[in-house]
């Protein structure tokens, strides 16, 4: 098998620098964007959320678990190149977390420490969150469906909203950062509600905000949905911008998709950082399509 970090030097080139015009990022004391690569290590879930792949219900998701070692190949890799978090995404999964993945993750984070690990999981368990927090993990995102209740328990009928604030009081206490945010375009979700929600957001005073820009997903309840609007993403971006200038703001597709994502309009909204995903190939040729996905963000 040929090195990984050749195929990658292009990739993260091309996240640092995807546009000549682009402006220095907006987080304090950094002059290139923050560089965030998503990587789905276990895709089982036992929620049913309206709008997610990973929905307990959707036959379309072929269920899949990284090998672990696969993770720590692509770590090994994301760090010589410099980039600065590998988010770990999975599905409301305990018991997989508990039994399997946490020795993993914290020889990531022996093995790797420059590479900063945060952990994309849902509203877990209180010993969940603190055993992630144990291995190494050091920032969560919990990404908010919507704040408002009604909308909340049709998209995502078996959460709970004081679950997610919950979990917020759980992190904040591990002292671990806190990353919030929502996934912008959901079906049902009004332009008033949105905005809603990044207010709620911004009251709980993240370390970062993560954007997720919602693509429908094959087999879901929603998969005939649109994709969320580019001027919704845009405005989303910068509402986060003008009330937390001195937050790292990233945004991405944290789900794989075709969709090519516009870096240049997410930067000039205000965001400083970019999200890659990563999944769905083996490893060498997963990591050989980070770069072909990264160029096509920088296009």
């Not at 010589?80 to 999964?93: E, H």
Request: aromatic content about 6%; overall charge neutral.
């Amino acid at each position: 098998m040929r090195p990984l970090e050749p195929q990658l030097t292009t990739a993260s080139h091309a996240v640092r620098h995807p546009h000549t015009s682009l402006r220095p990022s907006s987080g304090p004391g950094r002059t290139s964007l923050l560089r965030l690569a998503v990587e789905t290590i276990d895709s089982r879930c036992v929620y049913d959320c309206a709008y997610c792949p990973f929905a307990r219900s959707n036959g379309h998701m072929a269920r899949r678990a990284l090998h672990p070692r696969r993770l720590l190949a692509d770590a090994r890799a994301l760090e010589s190149l410099g980039y600065d978090w590998m988010i770990l995404q999975m599905g409301q999964n305990p018991r997989a977390l508990i039994d399997v993945w946490i020795p993993w993750i914290e020889r990531v984070h022996v093995e790797r420490p420059s590479l900063r690990l945060m952990a994309a999981v849902g509203d877990q368990e209180e010993v969940v969150l603190r055993d992630l927090r144990h291995a190494g993990v050091s920032a969560f995102w919990l990404s908010t469906e919507c704040s408002d209740a009604g909308s909340f328990t049709r998209l995502k009928p078996s959460g709970r909203l004081d679950g997610r604030r919950r979990a917020i009081q759980i992190i904040r206490d591990s002292g671990a950062d806190l990353v919030t945010g929502l996934t912008v375009g959901l079906p049902g979700v009004s332009h008033d509600q949105t905005f809603e929600t990044v207010r709620e957001a911004i009251s709980f005073e993240p370390s970062m905000v993560g954007v997720s820009i919602y693509v429908p997903g094959e087999g879901t309840r929603c998969s005939r949905a649109k994709p969320a609007p580019e001027v919704l993403v845009r405005e989303v971006i910068s509402a986060f911008r003008d009330s937390l200038p001195k937050t790292s703001i990233f945004a991405g597709c944290p789900i794989a998709t075709q969709r090519p994502l516009d870096v240049e309009t997410l930067v000039d909204a205000g965001a400083d950082g970019i999200l890659v995903n990563v999944d769905g190939l083996p490893t060498q040729v997963r990591l050989g399509r980070l770069q072909e996905n990264s160029l096509n963000e920088a296009g």
